[in-house]
C-alpha cells in the first residue's frame, strides 16, 4: 500500500527529527498526558463532604466528635486493592504542625477505580497528603507516575501531594516556582555589561540559593566561564554582571541551575510543564553581543521565498540588520532546503546567480498545489553563521532556527 506523505505532515517529520532529545517522553504542556501512559496517575482529588476538586474537610456526623470526612481519590486504572492501604498514604497536619493522622478506613471501589480514605480531623488545621511513591500500584505492578516521564523515580519525585484543610487554616504551599521572564535575549547587544536578570513566579524563592554558583555565564564556543558579580538577589529575581566587558560578536550562554527551590521546598519547574523531574534540565539561553569592524558573528536569515514557474527562489539577508549577505554556496543542498507539495518532496537541482544572497530552487516535477518549503538551521553564510530562523540574532539552533513557509 503506497501512504501518500501531505506537505504538513513531511515538514512535521523534519521538525521533529530535527528535534529530537534525549528523553522521549517529555512532557509537553499541549498534552494533558504525554508520556507514562503505561503507569497509573490520580486524575481527581476531592472529599466526601464537598465532592471532587474540593479540599476542605467538613462534618458528616455531627454526633461525633472532631471532623468526619472523607478523602476521595480517582485514579485512572483499576488499582491493585492490596496496595492501596495505609503505607501507601501519608497525611500530616502543616498548619499546626502534629503528628499523622491515622485513618479509620480506607476503602476501595475497582469499578470505579476509586479510593476514599476516611479518618477524623482536627479543626482549623491544614493537611498533607503523600500518596507514597511505590506504594499505590495497578493491576500489572506499575506505580503512580506523578512527574508523567514513564519512569519510576522514587521519593520525592514520583510522590503525589495533595492538600487539605479544616475551618480556616491555609494549606502549605506544593506549587513549584517557574521562570517569569529572563533578559537580555538574542543577538545584537550593545551594552558590553548587560544586567542578565531571571524573574521568578510563584515564589517566594529560597534566596540563600541565589548565587553565583547557581547562576552562571560562559562563552558558547568554548565553555570557559565568564566571572560575574552579584547586583541583587530577592525573593523572585536574581541579577548578575559581568565583572569585564564582553566581546563584540561573541556569543554567550547563560546558565540557571534546576536545583534551586522556593522558600517551601519546591523545585524549580525550568521549562513551565507542570512536572519535575530528578533530571530536570538547567534553564539555559543564548545572548551574542553585536558585530564590530573587527568581527562578522551575525547570522543570515530568509527575506523571502517566492515561486515562479517551476524555480524557487529563496532570499537571504543578515539577521537583526537587514544588511546585504554572503551566502556559502556548499550549504544549499538537499539536506538543508527541501520542498514538498500534495504529493511529497519534490527533487531539486540547486543554482547560483549573480546575486550571492540568493539560491535557485529548481524544481524536477511540477508541483501539485501550495508548496511548502523547508530550509534548515545548517544553511550558513560565508563566515559559517548558521540560519536564524526566528530572526532573533542567534542562529544554529534545530527546530527554533529552521525556518518554513507555505508558498
Known amino acids: 500500500m503506497m501512504i501518500r506523505i501531505t506537505a504538513g505532515l513531511a515538514i512535521l517529520l523534519l521538525l521533529l527529527v530535527g528535534c529530537i532529545e534525549d528523553n522521549p517522553f517529555k512532557a509537553n504542556p499541549a498534552a494533558e498526558w504525554e508520556g507514562g501512559n503505561n503507569h497509573p496517575h ?30 476521595i481519590l480517582k485514579f485512572d486504572k483499576e488499582m491493585d486493592e492490596a496496595t492501596v492501604t495505609a503505607s501507601s498514604f501519608n497525611l500530616i497536619p502543616t498548619d499546626p504542625e502534629g503528628s499523622a493522622i491515622q485513618f479509620s478506613s480506607i476503602d476501595y471501589s475497582p469499578e470505579e477505580e476509586t479510593a476514599v480514605l476516611r479518618g477524623t480531623f482536627p479543626d482549623e488545621t491544614a493537611y498533607l497528603l503523600t500518596v507514597v511513591a511505590g506504594g499505590t500500584r495497578d493491576l500489572v505492578g506499575n506505580e503512580l507516575d506523578p512527574n508523567h516521564n514513564a519512569l519510576y523515580d522514587g521519593a520525592p519525585w514520583d510522590n503525589r501531594l495533595i492538600t487539605f484543610f479544616t475551618g480556616s487554616a491555609e494549606m502549605q504551599d ?77 556569543r554567550y550562554t547563560v546558565e540557571l541551575s534546576s536545583q534551586l527551590a ?59 540588520t537587514g544588511d546585504d549577505v554572503v551566502m556559502d554556496g556548499t550549504t544549499f543542498n538537499s539536506a538543508n532546503i527541501q520542498i514538498f507539495d500534495t504529493l511529497g518532496a519534490i527533487p531539486l537541482q540547486f543554482e547560483e546567480g549573480i546575486d550571492p544572497a540568493k539560491v535557485y530552487c529548481m524544481l524536477q516535477r511540477n508541483s501539485e498545489g501550495p508548496v ?26 534545530p527546530g527554533e532556527d529552521d525556518w518554513s513557509k507555505t508558498l
Open 42 to 71: 490520580i486524575v481527581i482529588a476531592g472529599t466526601e463532604s464537598g465532592g471532587p476538586g474540593n479540599r476542605q474537610l467538613s462534618d458528616l456526623d455531627p454526633e461525633t466528635e472532631g471532623i468526619q470526612d472523607g478523602i
Open 262 to 320: 522556593d522558600s517551601s521546598g519546591n523545585y524549580l519547574d525550568t521549562d513551565d510543564n507542570g512536572y519535575i523531574w530528578p533530571d530536570e534540565e538547567d534553564f539555559v539561553w543564548d545572548i551574542q553581543m553585536e558585530d564590530d569592524s573587527t568581527t562578522n558573528n551575525t547570522p543570515p536569515a530568509v527575506l523571502q521565498a517566492f515561486k515562479a514557474n517551476n524555480t524557487v527562489t529563496v532570499d537571504f539577508v543578515q539577521s537583526l
Open 174 to 250: 506544593i506549587t513549584s516556582p517557574v521562570i517569569n521572564a529572563h533578559f537580555p535575549t538574542g543577538g545584537g547587544l550593545l551594552n558590553q555589561k548587560p544586567e542578565i536578570t531571571v524573574v521568578f513566579h510563584q515564589g517566594p524563592m529560597d534566596v540563600s540559593m541565589l548565587n553565583l554558583d547557581n547562576f552562571t555565564l560562559a562563552r558558547t564556543s568554548d565553555s570557559s566561564p565568564v566571572e560575574l558579580e552579584l547586583i541583587s538577589a530577592t525573593e523572585n529575581h536574581i541579577t548578575a554582571v559581568p565583572v569585564d566587558s564582553l566581546s563584540y560578536g561573541t
Open 372 to 397: 511548502v518549503v523547508f530550509v534548515s538551521c545548517n544553511v550558513a553564510d560565508q563566515y559559517g553563521n548558521l540560519l536564524d530562523g526566528n530572526n532573533d540574532g542567534l542562529g544554529g539552533t
